[in-house]
């Protein structure tokens, strides 16, 4: 979920708030995918969390293997999953669907389609209620946008939406809201980084100019961003110092439709521990913050007009840990587990007021490091797709897999 250039990322993410329309930090950045709206599901909002199913999406060759991050999207009846692959000596991407039920998952044959002078690597995803909008740069430092139907057919060529820029750029988020994608991205400034945010129509054409969120160091990149019921709200962290030792500063913001910062607010200064996640509940917005060196996870929630507090802490989160709501409302973490230097399973909780809830849902990999992770939420629960790969075995040796859990 890679808004920053050390191992923890802020991951962009939207969450369903009522009367809003919704929608992943890989760098912290913006969506949790397009319309998660959970697809008029019911369920029991005090039923323990369970796992549905496992499944393989994709597999390494003599000639191609996953690479990158997955993003996942929810169509409002489906998800779909986007991934770049290493194939015969060139980048190439694929989507599938992959439809879920209280008992299964059942994987669609992958579409893959030639990303031409682009590279879809920091691929972000987003649905607009008609088509899925991939977006990611291409080699001219642009980024582009390129639409699929729920089947992940192809409905057109690609399309540029920000133009060509100075230094290496990273897409780090994208969702729909209203009448628009909400697009961020991070540009190379030096050894700083710019981080910005635009809407853009469904067409690819823009609505409005770009808006300079903030400027950051080192290993301040991108910015967590969600749609609540009062508006657009993004949450970032810069340095004191271009170290990552430093004393590092996490701001909230409120920004109007175009992007523009309405308020700004300090939450927390520390060392070593900075936001990853953020997400908007109906009456309060959480943020999640991840101490990597003591492998710590706190979770701090506020009330409209209130402070954030802390709500929760968990220990032995090894990687980047993410949250999202279910269509109940109810509040889950996803985080890394294994041993220091090795990322061999995933844990995923349920969050209560104060604590976890219920017994954890773990799997483990059956290679060795996971490497990459994203979730949304859609049906009556929640979709993990996470990218495996070998700790110094020869490539190809990495594997995509989802599971769902409810």
Do not use: K
Not at 47 to 60: M, Q
Not at 156 to 167: E, F, L, M, N, P
Not at 202 to 209: L, V
């Amino acid at each position: 979920m890679a808004w920053r250039a050390n191992a923890r990322q802020l991951v962009v993410g939207i969450a369903c708030v009522a009367g809003v329309a919704c929608g992943a930090r890989s760098p912290l950045g913006v969506g949790d995918g397009a319309s998660n709206d959970g697809g008029g599901a019911t369920c029991d909002p005090n039923a323990p969390l369970a796992l549905v199913a496992t499944a393989t999406i994709d597999t390494a060759t003599a000639t191609h293997e996953p690479e990158e991050r997955p993003v996942v999207v929810w169509t409002g009846t489906s998800f779909v999953v986007a991934w770049s692959r290493w194939n015969a000596g060139r980048y190439d991407a694929a989507l599938t669907r992959v439809d879920v039920s209280a008992h299964a998952i059942a994987v669609a044959s992958p579409v893959s389609f030639d990303p031409g002078r682009s590279y879809p690597l920091n691929m972000r995803a987003s649905w607009d209620g008609a088509a899925v909008a991939l977006f990611f740069a291409d080699e001219d430092r642009a980024i582009v946008m390129r639409r699929f139907d729920a089947d992940g057919r192809s409905l057109g060529d690609v399309t540029r939406v920000v133009a060509r820029s100075s230094g290496q750029t990273i897409v780090t988020g994208a969702f729909f809201t209203g009448d628009a994608h909400v697009l961020s991205w991070a540009v190379q400034s030096g050894t700083s980084w710019d981080t910005y945010v635009q809407r853009i129509a469904s067409d690819g054409a823009p609505r409005g100019a770009p808006v300079l969120l903030y400027h950051g160091g080192g290993y301040d990149l991108g910015a967590g961003i969600v749609a609540s019921s009062d508006g657009l709200v993004a949450a970032w962290s810069v340095h004191a110092e271009d170290l990552p030792t430093a004393i590092e500063t996490t701001f909230v913001a409120a920004l109007d439709a175009a992007g523009e910062t309405r308020a700004t607010e300090t939450v927390l200064q520390s060392v070593g521990n900075g936001p990853v996640d953020l997400v908007a509940e109906p009456s309060r917005l959480d943020l999640l913050m991840w101490d990597p060196e003591n492998r710590r996870a706190t979770l701090l929630s506020r009330s409209p007009g209130a402070t954030f507090r802390p709500r929760a802490a968990f220990d032995s989160a090894l990687g980047a840990p993410r949250i999202v709501t279910d269509a109940c409302g109810r509040l889950a973490m996803a985080s890394l587990t294994g041993a220091f230097d090795r990322n061999t399973g995933i844990s995923i909780v349920r969050i209560g007021e104060t604590s976890a809830v219920g017994a954890s849902i773990d799997f483990h990999t059956s290679v060795d490091d996971i490497e990459e992770m994203d979730l949304t939420r859609g049906g009556d629960g929640v979709l993990v797709a996470w990218l495996e790969g070998g700790n110094g075995r020869a490539s190809p040796s990495r594997v995509l897999r989802v599971a769902y859990v409810r």
